[in-house]
């Protein structure tokens, strides 16, 4: 698989509503083992019922084969060994994507029948990772986090390549909520709030607050609404 965003998008627009994880990923444990761990994790915390445990089997291969494109376009050294993708459960911001690829994925081609098992789902997520990442949200196909403990991201529509460190928020004011373009970065403690719209290319410094702004491309963002100090990049 080809290291950019342009082999997701053939997959993505193929027959196959999502792709499968190919034999070249690289899953630290096997895809087995993967599948025993999450299992004594959910039913420690959790009731884990038969029927569960199936769409675990069902749903698994496809959340890897997300989690390989994603991790195919990662610039991070520790997501990739010999030039391939390489995922390991006991990394933690690897593993909280992939909880919440697993997560979205059953919600999506199990139906209302897989509600419960989401909602643990990403619940364990945010027990492991103190994260606040909704099986419902709509990450893009290649997002990346950096010690994501606090954050919460809410249901903004996220350009692809996005990117977020510990503390961050994004939220609504009034039910509306942000439009956030491709390659945009939340350094830690940044918020995003309302009817807000970030450019392309924009970075949000540390503990950076946005709110019902909007944002040209190209920028970097300092300070807090009304008061924001913007600069080219």
Request: some cysteine; proline content about 4%; overall charge neutral.
């Amino acid at each position: 698989m080809e290291n950019n965003l342009s082999s997701f998008d053939k997959i993505w627009s193929s027959n196959e509503s999502y792709p499968k994880v190919s034999e070249r990923f690289k899953i630290d444990i096997g895809e087995d083992a993967l599948l025993k761990l999450l299992c004594l994790q959910v039913s420690n915390l959790f009731f884990l019922e038969s029927t569960e445990r199936k769409i675990f089997h069902e749903f698994i291969p496809i959340a890897l084969g997300r989690l390989e494109i994603c991790f195919s376009a990662s610039e991070n050294k520790y997501y990739s060994e010999g030039g391939v993708p390489f995922f390991s459960p006991y990394h933690s911001g690897q593993y909280c994507i992939f909880l919440y690829y697993f997560a979205n994925t059953v919600f999506h081609c199990a139906g209302e029948v897989s509600r419960s098992l989401c909602d643990k789902l990403y619940f364990l997520n945010k027990a492991l990772n103190c994260i606040d990442l909704y099986y419902e949200v709509e990450m893009p196909k290649v997002f990346a986090l950096d010690h994501p403990v606090g954050s919460v991201m809410g249901r903004a529509k996220y350009g692809e390549r996005f990117s977020f460190s510990q503390n961050c928020t994004v939220g609504n004011n009034k039910g509306i909520y942000p439009k956030i373009e491709k390659n945009v970065k939340m350094m830690s403690g940044a918020k995003i709030l309302g009817k807000s719209y970030i450019g392309e290319n924009s970075i949000i410094s540390a503990n950076t607050y946005i709110k019902d702004e909007t944002i040209p491309d190209n920028s970097m963002v300092f300070g807090q609404t009304p008061n924001l100090v913007i600069k080219g990049i």
